[in-house]
């Protein structure tokens, strides 16, 4: 069964500043798919970035990136500028068939 | 073009009650999922519904039920309700082919068992 880790289950930056959120996960599949959900105290899972397996090119959106090491099984995401409105807790999950497998999530904090 | 819906969005429930929840995907959206997140357990797959057959199923016990109608849309229910019942429940749509990739979700439905 696929499992996906993330070990900071905290972490802060200052406003303006970039951080990295860790993840990493296991699986013997080939071909699937990764994605970051935001999820602020609305708690809504928002939809950061998606990262196909196949491409070796590692995905962006705006201010969003990923570093993706797919025989290190690790994809983390990348805040550049962070923004107030960045504040959330981020969850890092696993597409398995029909179902994602989601992390325990890493709540950041961003310091004005 | 509206996102995953939810209702109700809060509710409380006594323990042994049975309850319903709803949820309408994004409009040509034909698979629906649900997960229960607790603070405990974290986020966790209940089952997910394409075409009005349940395709797959977590680890949830019999209580658990769902069923999705012709339109798409999706009902969860929990009968014989219990304490640790109590947590948000998401539902999430996805597309086929290309746009079925990305699974998008509502904003929940809050339940507090008492």
């Known amino acids: 069964a696929q499992t996906v880790t993330q070990s900071q289950p905290e972490m802060s930056v200052q406003e303006a500043e970039t951080v990295t959120l860790s993840c990493t996960y296991d699986?013997?599949?080939?071909?699937?798919?990764l994605f970051w959900y935001k999820q602020p105290p609305s708690r809504q899972m928002i939809l950061v970035i998606r990262?196909?397996?196949?491409?070796?090119q590692n995905a962006t959106e705006n201010r969003f990136s990923v570093n993706f090491q797919k025989a290190a099984k690790s994809f983390s995401l990348k805040i550049s500028d962070s923004q107030l409105g960045d504040a959330a807790m981020y969850f890092c999950?696993?597409?398995?068939?029909?179902?994602?497998?989601f992390g325990q999530g890493t709540r950041l904090t961003i310091n004005p | 073009k509206a996102g995953v819906t939810q209702t109700p969005r809060y509710l409380i429930k006594t323990r042994g009650q049975q309850v319903t929840l709803s949820c309408s995907p994004i409009?040509?959206?034909?698979?629906v999922s649900w997960y229960q997140q607790t603070p405990g357990q974290g986020l966790q797959f209940l089952f997910e519904?394409?075409?009005?057959?349940?395709?797959n199923k977590g680890n949830f016990p019999g209580r658990f039920s769902g069923r999705q109608f012709s339109n798409s849309r999706s009902e969860m229910n929990v009968s014989t309700l219990e304490l640790g019942d109590s947590a948000l429940y998401l539902c999430?749509?996805?597309?086929?082919?290309?746009?079925?990739?990305?699974?998008?979700f509502g904003e929940g439905s809050w339940l507090t068992v008492v």
């Open positions: 999430a749509s996805s597309g086929t082919g290309w746009a079925g990739n990305t699974i998008y």
């Open positions: 699986t013997s599949e080939s071909d699937y798919y």
């Open positions: 990262q196909e397996a196949y491409k070796q």
């Open positions: 999950a696993y597409r398995s068939g029909q179902k994602l497998v």
């Open positions: 409009s040509g959206h034909r698979s």
């Open positions: 519904y394409f075409s009005e057959t349940q395709r």
